[in-house]
């Protein structure tokens, strides 16, 4: 009798143990810990996200340079006295100078930048290329020979306001800002989709103007 009570008891450990086994490793329902990165992908981005990382970039760049552009001019200068051919004296001056067009970043605010989730696509709307700096190459300007009348003599210089004069002649190609734009397009969309990447790699840049 007590072997056989002895018996049952194991029989009843052995059946305990099992169950226990089965429980944790069959009816037991796996977990799934979320990490810091599963996290991050899972969850949609906010519009104040996106916008905190393209302000944020922008307030380091500023003024961005975006286009240089080679430029010429000519001008005639021509000096007399009474409007008369013998008292005239003429020259012919060619400058050269390089254009730095910019883009103002520093103005950008919340209300230009927006966000499509469902096509992952940020707009940043930014102001239009402008001209900064007009530089003249003062060793390349070329001066032709004085024509003199027949009571001239002596050279031509040029004076404060002529040289103003060619500065605006080398800035006033307009053609030139839409060139400036379609490169500030292209820049600020290799920028904004640099910075935007580490957040997010599938997120793509769009770039208009206001």
Known sequence: MRKLLWNLFKIAVIVVIAFGIYDNYFRTEPTHTISVEDHGSILPH??????????????KKQELVVYEQDLSASQTITTGILDLDIFRKTKEIKSYGTAIYVVDLSSLNEDDISYDASASLVTVHVPHAALKTVT??????????????????GDIKLTPEQQNLLTQELQADSSILTKADLSAEESLKELYSTVLHTLDPDLSVRVTFR
């Open 46 to 59: 906010t519009e104040a996200e996106i916008s905190d990382v393209v302000l944020g970039e922008s307030r």
């Open 136 to 153: 003249l190459n003062a060793e390349k300007t070329e001066f032709s020979d004085v024509e003199h009348g027949l009571l001239t003599w």
